[in-house]
């Protein structure tokens, strides 16, 4: 079978500590998203749909369940060639540590690339977005490029969560920072009034000051050989990209779609309540290049006597006499009588619960009241619950269950017994 031209790497190790709870007992990329989909679904689905079919998922941090739904979901045609191949971190003789960082990671598998393409894709596996890589891919081979990074305007208040950078008329990077903090720094890394001229920047928007990082990159296959041998550096934004700069030709991928780094609670959320919207700006509705997850071979759901809007309801689930709003439910999620849902997403749960369980049922029980929440995997609601952060809590924690940035979270497998208030 001839070589891939190009072949993706794809970065899924990350711990994820900003969005715990959901991180508590899985890693990142495993978190559920969209009602049935898994974040690592998003890379995935996008590299095979621009016919990438050699990828490798780098994963660390509580990893099995991701590792299992990897290997459930994505089992190439032998005829077609390719795979979807995990490399979790491991010790040999070379190394006995963990992945240090990105750049680490890959460097600590460089014997397993050593067949991977001319030109390598590296990607993030906690990002929601629709990218037409095939574009991404002309614009770095046009420019002769030995690195392309994928970009976005975005405001002031994101620039301390991503790599920013400067970059001349052709787009091509001079400077790059990560995550600045100084004022300094940060107003001298702002669009230039000429490059805002641009029609790759047309419809920035005067509130986009900045340029931000994707953490999606192209490498050269010897570009990125060489900089992970000539540099003891772990981490790709911080270290590799602004030693290359000099002496190699780094350009920047004005990206204008939608995309989201779901790196913290409210992003998870407002994420979310953003697909209950008529016109989501993340479509999961392509027929034509759907997001693909593992076959769960569900019933469609049951639904009685309920008043449900502007919502998403997955299949398995049973909905009894219940009012939901702005929320999306996930697989098999049981919502009993009397209970009224605003702007909740709920997660479901990974089975169907066969007894009552001495009081605590699988789902939300009957006459519960919950709003502006994230519902995590198996938990049991008792009946009469309310969850609505009456004392408005921006962060606090109470009986297992957790308020962060004024969300409330209820962690995978909690109970929370009939007549809990908060």
Sequence with gaps: MPKPRVTSIILAGGQGTRLHPLTQTRSKPAVPIGGKFRLIDIPISNCLHHGIRTIWVLTQFASE?????????????????????????????????????TADAVRKNMTNFSQAGDTVLLLSGDHLYRMDFQKFIDFHNKNNADISLSVVPVERSKVGELGIMKMDLDFRVVDFVEKPKEDIIVKEFEIPEELRLKEQFAGAGSSKSHVGSMGIYIFNKKVLFDLLEKYDYDDFGKQIIPAAINDYRVFAYPFTGYWEDIGTIRAFFNAHIDLTKPQPPFNFYDQEKPIFTRARFLPAAKISGSVINSSIICEGSIIEDASIADSVVGLRSVIRSGTRLSNVIFMGADFYDESSNSGFELGIGRNCVVQNAIIDKDVRIGDNVQLINKDNIRDGERNGVIIKDGIICVPKSTRIPTGFVW
Excluded at 93 to 98: A, C, F, L, R, Y
């Design 65 to 101: 369940s991701l590792h299992r739904h990897i290997f459930q979901t994505y089992r190439l045609d032998a005829f077609a060639g390719g795979f979807v191949s995990v490399l979790a971190a491991s010790q040999t003789t070379d190394n006995k540590g963990w992945y240090q960082g």
